[in-house]
């Protein structure tokens, strides 16, 4: 490969990163959850915790602590309130 292919083609594959493929509804949960939360580095995580359960329930349990002020990191709270209980135990594997 000639190295303005390469160039180009390291460009191309830049722009795709950026765009988001979202073909699920839970990958856009996770996305959301992501959001709320403000942990976009943990998107992916989000994704498959929408997937594995309930995606109303996670929503819920994240906007509940989104808008408590008083807690800093809030991706490892909701992961703590997540794991602790607070949902439907049966999807945990």
């Given amino acids: 490969m000639n ?17 988001s493929h979202v073909y699920k509804k839970y990958q856009m949960t996770g996305l959301m ?3 709320i939360l403000s ?3 943990h998107k992916a995580l989000y994704i498959k ?8 329930k996670l929503i819920r349990l994240a906007r509940d602590i989104a808008e ?4 800093r990191n809030k991706g490892a709270y909701f992961m ?4 602790d ?6 999807h945990h594997q």
Avoid at 3 to 19: F, G, H, M, N, P
Avoid at 49 to 56: G, I, R
């Fill in 49 to 56: 915790l929408a997937k594995e359960h309930d995606e109303e």
């Fill in 39 to 41: 942990d976009n580095a």
């Fill in 80 to 83: 703590k309130m997540l794991f």
């Fill in 85 to 90: 209980g607070t949902t439907d135990s049966s």
């Fill in 3 to 19: 190295e303005s292919v390469q160039k180009d083609y390291l460009e191309s594959l830049k722009q795709r990163k950026k765009e």
């Fill in 68 to 71: 408590k002020k008083n807690v």
């Fill in 33 to 35: 959850l992501a959001e």
